[in-house]
């Protein structure tokens, strides 16, 4: 018998078997630790826990000190579009719609998901690591023996912030990167500032915006939350805070993903 | 306030890290809980301050808060020593609106005179030495007026002036409050300068009850083995 689940132990089947096995348990558990981390800020949110003075300090984290890098990504990728279709399209006769095509991939699309990755990769990192630290040095174990609630304390000021700054952060970068396009076409197709504006508005609708917006909300809310939940359930030192860490950012990215393909199917299918 | 522990059992995996202990703490007492590395004494200061939770057995308290000094003091080292201090009465829900910032501002500076510091209010942690930390996390921890206060290895890192130095706060915090304490140490003169009572863990159970002097008279292989720190003995180290 011994022999027979020796062989069996050697098998393609039986390993690839295991492997689907233990990345469903692991999944399971990430998803637990996510949903557990979501209904507990809302408890902590409508026990009144909230901190303003954190979530006023996580506010600015969000807001101003992922705007430099928001604005640039958001206005490089613009240059790049822009710099490949203004003159073509000018070719073609169609110099009036450069605004309106910039305008509506910038709003439906690039200004929310390239403000969402560069807001994983500089806060949702960094909230990740801040949380694992706490926890492998016993600061949160620290939390719980003053009876502070952690979520209340930690989760709740930075999802709240994530959910308040992130539409403010994909207006600012998406308009920067309107102004962007409006600039490169310009020097690029020779096309006015008055033609490329005043096709902006036949291409985006109030719906647009309020999609753009309501994106903006949940994402920042998904990005905090994975990011605090991979850093809360962190183990093992120095090793253990860099592997929450990198899980956090490649959840947080497919996350998004994921969010904005429903969001698309939900309004634009 | 007393604390009763009652066949406690706490497992890892299949790995018994706590197997069927049971021991009292009368009020004002300091217990110290020795052993090696790895014998399970942190698990059970864990277990008492529900930071993680038993598989079977009681620990019976009678109400009150538990302060925790941890082994590396855990400050929040994004706070400065003041708003450490004060935390949980500006953050516990229940302590919250209690006090004024100018009362929380005196109570802050009373428990930092009580663990022989002042002036270091709006220093950071980092800029503090080990020692100073673990004075720092005493102040924090009986900011509240708790009953019992546990500590995870006091003296651990630190240099034996440094020490004899927390060896006397330990003292001075359960004189001035009458706080029942435990101690986890593996620390000789922390057990005999601090300790009534001593229980002598190996593999996760009690194989030695009694008072420091009985300690060290060293009436068992096992408390024979841990006095005279022989490798030769009934307790095998993890990896030796």
Known sequence: MALIRHILKQTVTYKLFKSILVNLVDFMEVMGNITTGLFEVIKAFFRGELEWKELINQCERFGISSLPITLSIVGMTCVIIVSQIAQEMVKQGGGNFVGALVAVLIVRELGVIMSGFAIISMIGSSLASELATMRVTEQIDALYT????????????????????????????????????????????????????????????????????????????????????F??????????????????????FVAIVIIDMLFAIAFFF | MSIEVKNLVKAFGEKKVIDDVSFKVNDGEILAIVGFSGSGKSTILKLISNLIEKDSGEIITSGGDIAFVFQYSALFDSLTVYDNIAFALHERRDLRKKYTEKQIREIVAEKLALVGLKGIE???????????????????????????????????????????????????LRNETGA??????????????????????YDGKIVFSGTPEELLKMDNDYTKQFVTASIEGPMKMVGA
């Open chain 2, 122 to 172: 709006n220093l950071y942690p980092s800029e503090l030495s080990g020692g100073m930390q673990k004075r720092v996390s005493f102040a924090r921890a009986i900011v509240t007026g708790p009953k019992v206060i546990l500590y995870d290895e006091p003296t651990a890192g630190l240099d034996p002036i440094a020490s004899t130095l927390i060896e006397d706060y330990i003292l001075r």
């Open chain 1, 146 to 229: 003053l009876k502070v609630n952690p979520y209340g304390y930690l989760f709740l000021p930075r999802v709240l912030a994530g959910m308040l700054m992130m539409p403010p952060v994909v207006i600012i970068s998406s308009l920067f990167g309107i102004l962007a396009g409006a600039l490169t076409s310009d020097l690029a197709a020779g096309l006015s500032y008055r033609v490329y504006f005043d096709s902006i508005w036949i291409g985006i609708f109030a719906k647009d915006m309020f999609v753009c917006l309501a994106k903006a909300v949940c994402f920042g809310a998904v990005i905090a939350l994975i990011s605090c939940a």
């Open chain 2, 180 to 201: 029942t304490s435990i101690v986890v140490t593996h620390q000789m003169s922390t057990i005999k300068r601090t300790a009534d009572k001593v229980i002598m863990l």
């Open chain 1, 231 to 252: 850093g809360f359930h962190a183990s093992g030192g120095a090793k253990g805070v860099g592997i929450a860490t990198t899980r956090a950012v490649v959840w947080s």
